[in-house]
């Protein structure tokens, strides 16, 4: 059979997966995972709009220390459903079930994910979460924290729990689905001559998730379900006064939600992998070190959850023990860190938007990892723990690093997605205004967190007014940053210049195949004969385009030298 | 034509894509497991102190195993299917044990009153 | 690595089992498959996947469960006297027979014995439904017993006991009832892929659907295997 | 009262909180020592390696397993000095010293109640004397509260059915802020409060005021083992445990704190979970050679008077 990648249409205008049927039911009863992946890529972005209306709403409330904007309970309820929705509405699917979903099949040379249709279910099973938990917050919301935690949210929270708890448990399938579409597509489907050792890194970070999401979804569902039972029957069953155990609660709901961290970051740091390859125009120093240390926060990510219950009454000999395995855990970290930075060494920089997103994660994932050693040690856990030091830690890590990961990876693939080319001008304004707004909103947190201010408070002591000032400031200018990419993006599609297939001199599969890519992603299945990133011109004469004359391709035999500046790759 | 992805030209990564499990043997397990469930009821009904939760508990697996390996086929699968079947019920361990082990501990820094 | 890399294309070795032809003819063949190989695989790797989900479900509450069995030893015992042992082996008994069944028919599917294959599916429904017509049987007696947790609870032991007690019951409600949940989607499962044989959809050349099938029957035996000592062994019955 | 000026914060206010600040600023220059050369490489790279022509090719380096042994190794060694300074630092933390002395707390939605040795209650409000090391047994009416004290770098969860202890040692006369930091319904940001540390003498000189206002107002001060012993016998606890032995129940006598022989063979130590187990649940745990007959005191006994009824069991040597 032809092993050979035809030249794809060269116009934009060409049959592509986004013209080749237009009718509203062709979007919502479609099975194309690139198709999949902007339905997802829209509802989560309606999520976001809404979690970060409710951060507003937290930011106003704190802008003076007894303000009465939002009574009490509207305050507390506004809290839940910013830090719900922006965990499991947003931040879990966001690369995952959008980028993910893109480019995986693409980056394996497959037609589509194993199981399309369960891929739709996928999105359908989101929405129906999504829309019991929007049920639950015109019913009047809810009031527990994102955590949950009993027995107030079993016994005394008179808020809408149940449809919550609900609109988690149903959402986690959704993830399961995407997570066994992953690993099943992985493990199946890649082109001849795609070896574990030549996959491109997003796909190993994608793996590794998956694998956390398969382990751990499943209990934080069940964990939920359980609450939500326990709120009709009134047993009590994490209850101490009916006899029930809260600290059982603790552990059900951590052993799923401190890997849920590395659900969210893991994808990032694959994404972040890409682009340091790209825009360096090298390997990624130490490939195999960094594929392996995917897997290994995956697996170590389970044996550190108790590490959130250090003052919760857990055995002294445990913590103890959690404590150890948390540092541990921040080791393949560390690897990647490093080998991020080697990757720069004598390459070839380009400074185009995703690569301004990157190097900013590698700046804030740094403070937010190493605050999280700050957590890890038990000593200073004790003082910390419940302050706004650990709102400050987990936000620059999911803001700062997941989102900045996110955002990369939209610009990145963006021209792939569309076929069309963002304004870099407005690109490297807005990642500068979100780098500078998103610091300053949370680094004053560090230091109200320090100063003792405590998390989920409605009024505080007038001595942190200066530190909420500033960080209510800094919102403003994140949101501002924010709102930025949602109009040249949008406005790309109308008027942005034709990105050409492969606009970044990238090297994996995806970038083989036309922007956008018709609907099987590929005329014919590639086959690979090298390892990934590998950017030298190969001794033959491949044309430009990555279409040899019946020239095995793949990634390594990608050219090296399509790279005008995207402004330009118009003409190809 | 080119088989897709390079391992399966080594083998299954699915399962017992060509195995034929004999009846007999099907058969066999089924007794197995039906004297074991037999065993078990049995064996709670002597007095044993602990050891009857654990007798109860080593039953089971061995049903599990049977299952998993004959009736599932596990024993003629590839790793892939293997490779998963350990993960799960390494977290599952993970997850009982080690709260456990918490739970069991808890008082080991005294408390007042010492 | 090597700096330069002329690798030889991997030789594209044609599987022996795959029909060839068209790809887009093959019968049973997803369109974004390569070939009915690849789609086998990557059918078991996902249902093997999604058992190891199933077993993290269940294992929350199994977690749960063996918690307070270290918490409330006691009172687990005197609580699990008060289950049918009877009707718990005979159920017991009943699923096992019918994983085997399940097995059976896939090696009737294998080796062509298509009508065997009906039968013993058909047998199969017919044990997962005197399954849950016994465990029905049960649920009803534990609830003219007032053994349903929540203000009807009623328990005729110490009076100490009586809350772990209910907690015991919680979780014997909640496990049995997610297993039955599970065994009721097992029975549509098995009665989807015996209206599929009636309709001679699968050969020996041709079977993926009924090994998946059998796949998430024995999963659910498998939970119940342990649901059985746990729920209605453990704490010993003994001096009863 | 007056707010905590962030420069005052900055030192704390008890004997462990000195060394919560060693660690932690020790971990600030770590942080530090590892993101400023990282940081800066990566600039310098940025600026070093900038592309020069769109067609330029970089050596493909692709790895050097000497440079990743380092960098894993390092970050290890590190780690671990780390986990072993925590760890000690936390023990300081979690083990009381013999001699300190005891507060009782109680929290409910959304106020902290304490009590002093001498059996006063105070609400939202906690007066120590300053240089002796306090603990506290902590529990809850409800949810889970946390105590947190800031300037003393801790804090400890407060559970229902459960009781918890953490101490310190305050160092230095002043007001600190005293929080609720568990979220735990409506009007959590309003449970909270002020830890006053005073100078030994005027500390007693606090305690004795409050007690004659209190006996002034026909409210007699009794430590808690006093109201304890009332309780005791109110309860008809005294009719089967008689301490001199031979009642239905076992003498309590020297109870507290020694190991207790259960009738399935077991030992427990009668700390205070165990004792406020055997008050609430007797059946949960049954001494051996006694019949399960006391009855249990669930819902008939409160938060207070199960502390009262502890310090009287405790105070029976
Ligand atoms: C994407 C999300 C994400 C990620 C990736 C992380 C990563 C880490 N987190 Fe974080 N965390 C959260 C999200 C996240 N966290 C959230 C949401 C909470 C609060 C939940 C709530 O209560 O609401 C939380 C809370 C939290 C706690 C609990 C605090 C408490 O409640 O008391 C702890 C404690 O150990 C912790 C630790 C860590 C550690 C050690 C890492 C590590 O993985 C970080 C590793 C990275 C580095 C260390 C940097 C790079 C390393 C080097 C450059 C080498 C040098 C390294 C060494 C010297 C060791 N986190
Ligand atoms: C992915 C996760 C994620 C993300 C992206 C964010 C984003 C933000 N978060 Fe949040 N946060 C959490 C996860 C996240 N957070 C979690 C888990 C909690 C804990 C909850 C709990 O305690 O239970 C939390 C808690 C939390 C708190 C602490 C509340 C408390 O403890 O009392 C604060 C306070 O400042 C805060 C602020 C913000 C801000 C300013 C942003 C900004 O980055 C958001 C900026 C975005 C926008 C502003 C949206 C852009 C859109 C528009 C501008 C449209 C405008 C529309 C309208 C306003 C109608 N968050
Ligand atoms: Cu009490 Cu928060
Ligand atoms: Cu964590």
């Known amino acids: 059979m032809a092993s050979v990648a035809l030249p794809a249409p060269r116009k934009t205008t060409s049959r592509n997966y986004l013209n080749a049927a237009t009718t509203v039911k062709s979007w919502l009863l479609t099975t194309d995972h690139k198709r999949i992946a902007i339905l997802y890529l829209i509802s989560i972005s309606v999520m976001f709009v809404l979690g970060g209306a409710a951060a507003g709403l937290i930011r106003l409330q704190l802008l003076t220390p007894n303000n009465t904007l939002l009574t ?159 709120r009709i029957l009134h047993v009590g069953i994490f209850d101490p006064a009916l006899g029930g155990d809260p600290l059982l609660f603790q552990h059900l709901f951590w052993f799923y939600s401190h890997p849920a961290v590395y659900i969210m970051i893991l994808p990032t740091m694959g994404v972040i992998s890409e682009i340091f390859a790209t825009f360096s125009r090298k390997p990624v120093f130490g490939y195999p070190f960094v594929a392996m240390s995917s897997l290994a926060i995956a697996i170590l990510g389970f044996l550190v959850w108790a590490h959130h219950m250090f003052v919760a009454g857990i055995s002294a000999q445990s913590a103890l023990i959690f404590s150890f395995l ?139 007014q200066i530190l909420n000032v500033l960080s209510t400031a800094g919102a403003t200018i994140l949101a501002v940053g924010y709102i930025l990419p949602v109009i040249y993006l949008l406005a790309s599609l109308r008027n942005g210049k034709p990105a050409g297939n492969n606009p970044w001199g990238a090297t994996t599969l995806e970038w083989q195949t036309s922007s956008p890519p018709p609907t099987y992603n590929f005329l014919k299945t590639p086959i690979v004969t090298d390892a990934v990133y590998h950017f030298h011109l190969p001794a033959g004469d491949i044309a430009v385009d990555g279409h040899g004359d019946g020239q095995a391709l793949g990634p390594g035999s990608a050219p090296a030298t399509p790279a005008l500046p995207a402004k330009t790759t118009d003409e190809r | 034509m080119a088989t897709h992805s390079p391992e399966t030209t080594h083998g299954h990564e699915g399962g017992t894509a060509h195995h034929v499990t004999s009846s007999r043997l099907l058969i066999m397990t089924g007794g197995a497991l039906l004297v074991l469930t037999v065993l078990t009821v049995a064996a709670s009904f002597i007095d044993l102190g602990a050891l009857n939760d654990v007798v109860a508990l080593v039953i089971a697996i061995t049903k599990a195993l049977l299952i998993i390996f004959i009736f599932m086929g596990l024993r003629w699968s590839t790793q892939i299917p293997r490779l998963l079947s350990l993960v799960g019920l390494f977290m599952l361990l993970l997850l009982i044990i080690a709260t456990l082990s918490e739970l069991l501990t808890r008082v080991w820094v005294p408390l007042p009153g010492h | 690595m090597a700096q330069q890399v002329a690798r030889p294309t991997v030789p594209a070795v044609p599987r022996a089992a795959a029909p060839i032809e068209a790809e887009h003819h093959v019968e049973h063949l997803g369109h974004h498959y390569e070939s009915l190989d690849q789609q086998h695989h990557a059918n078991m790797v996902g249902m093997w996947v999604f058992l190891m989900t199933e077993i993290l479900l269940f294992g929350g509450l199994f977690c749960a469960y063996f918690y307070y069995f270290a918490a409330y030893h006691e009172v687990w015992m005197e609580a699990t006297r008060l289950q049918n042992i009877v009707a718990g082996t005979i159920n017991t008994a009943v699923l096992i027979i019918s994983s085997m069944f399940v097995a059976l028919a896939i090696w009737a599917v294998q080796t062509n014995r298509i009508r065997m294959a009906q039968i013993l599916l058909a047998l199969t429904i017919v044990c997962g439904l005197i399954f849950l017509v016994i465990k029905g049987y049960e649920y009803y007696s534990h609830f003219t017993e007032g053994l349903v947790p929540g203000a009807m609870f009623q328990w005729e032991g110490p009076a100490e006991m009586k809350r772990p007690a209910q907690l015991f019951f919680w979780l014997y409600w909640v496990m049995t009832g997610l297993h039955a949940a599970h065994m009721v989607i097992g029975i549509s499962i098995i009665g989807f892929i015996l209206y599929k044989t009636m309709k001679r959809t699968y050969s020996p050349a041709y079977f993926t659907p009924v090994e998946l099938g059998g796949l998430y029957w024995h999963l659910i035996d498998i939970v119940w295997v342990f649901l059985f000592p746990m729920l209605y062994l453990m704490g010993g019955h003994y001096g009863q | 009262m007056s707010a905590e000026s962030f420069w005052s914060y900055l030192f704390a206010k008890s004997t462990t909180g000195r060394q919560v600040d060693i660690l932690f600023w020790t971990l600030i220059l770590v942080t530090l020592a590892f993101s400023i050369p990282i940081v800066g490489t990566l600039t310098y790279f940025v600026f070093k390696y900038r592309r020069k022509s ?107 059915g459960r009781y918890s202890t953490m101490w310190f040692q305050a160092t230095e006369v002043g007001t600190y802020h005293l929080y609720c930091s568990v979220y735990c319904g409506t009007e959590h940001s309003e449970m909270v409060g002020w830890v006053t540390v005073m100078d030994p003498g005027d500390y007693e000189k606090w305690l004795a005021g409050k007690a004659a206002t209190a006996s002034a107002a026909g409210q007699p001060v009794q430590t808690p083992a006093q109201q304890g012993e009332a309780l005791f016998q109110s309860n008809g606890c005294a009719t089967c445990h008689v301490q001199a032995g031979g009642g239905i129940g076992p003498s309590l006598k020297g109870v507290a704190g020694s190991q207790v022989q259960l009738e399935d063979g077991s030992t427990v130590t009668a700390d205070d979970t165990y004792l406020r187990e055997s008050i609430l649940q007797p059946a949960a745990k049954v001494v051996k050679g006694y019949p399960n007959v006391m009855p249990s005191f669930q819902g008939r006994v409160t938060e207070e008077q199960i502390i009262a009824l502890l310090a009287y069991i405790k105070s029976l040597k």
């Open chain 1, 72 to 230: 009490y309970d509207a305050y507390n309820k506004s809290f839940t459903m910013h830090g719900v929705i922006m965990v499991f509405f947003f931040l879990i699917p966001s690369i995952p079930a959008v980028l993910g979903n893109f480019i995986l099949p693409m980056q394996l040379g497959a037609k589509d994910l194993a199981f399309p249709r369960l891929n739709l279910l996928s999105w359908y099973v989101y929405m129906v979460g999504a829309i019991f938990t929007l049920v639950a917050l015109l019913w009047g919301g809810v009031d527990t924290g994102w955590t949950f935690y009993t027995p107030y949210s079993t016994q005394y929270s008179a808020t809408a729990v149940i449809p919550v708890g609900l609109g988690v448990f149903i959402v986690g399938f959704s993830s399961i689905l995407t997570g066994l579409n992953f690993i099943a597509t992985i493990h199946t489907m890649r082109a001849p001559g795609l070896t574990w050792f030549r996959l491109p890194l997003f796909i190993w970070a994608l793996y590794a998730t998956s694998l956390v999401i398969m382990l751990g979804t499943p209990v934080i569902s069940i964990t939920v379900l359980m609450v939500a039972i326990d």
């Open chain 1, 326 to 464: 948390t540092y541990l855990v921040a080791i393949p970290s560390a690897v990647k860190t490093f080998n991020w930075t080697a990757t720069l060494y004598k390459g070839s920089i380009s400074l185009d938007t995703p690569m301004i997103y990157a190097l900013s994660f590698i700046g804030i994932f740094l403070i937010g990892g190493f605050t999280g050693l700050f957590l890890a040690s038990l000593g200073t856990d004790i003082h910390l723990t419940m302050t706004y030091f650990i709102v400050a830690h987990f936000h620059y890590i999911m803001v700062g690093g997941a989102i900045f990961g996110f955002l990369a990876g939209l610009h990145y693939w963006w021209p792939k997605m569309t076929g069309k080319m963002y304004s870099e001008f407005w690109g490297r304004i807005s990642s500068v205004v979100i780098f500078i707004g998103f610091n300053m909103t949370f680094f004053p947190q560090f230091i109200a967190g320090y100063w003792g201010m405590p998390r989920r408070y409605h009024t505080y002591a007038p001595e942190y």
């Open chain 4, 54 to 160: 769109p067609d330029e090719v970089p050596p493909q380096i692709h790895g050097s397993n000497l440079l990743e042994i380092t960098w894993t190794g390092i970050p290890l060694i590190m780690a671990l000095g780390f986990f072993f300074f925590s760890a000690t630092t936390y023990l300081h933390m979690v083990v009381p010293p013999a001699n300190a002395m005891d507060i009782w707390v109680i929290g409910k939605q959304w106020m902290w109640k304490t009590q002093q040795p001498d059996g006063q209650w105070e609400i939202n409000e906690l007066h120590v004397p300053v240089n002796t090391p306090v603990r506290l047994t902590m529990t809850s009416q409800d949810v889970i509260h946390a105590f947190y004290i800031p300037a003393f770098r801790t804090q400890w969860d407060v559970l229902p």
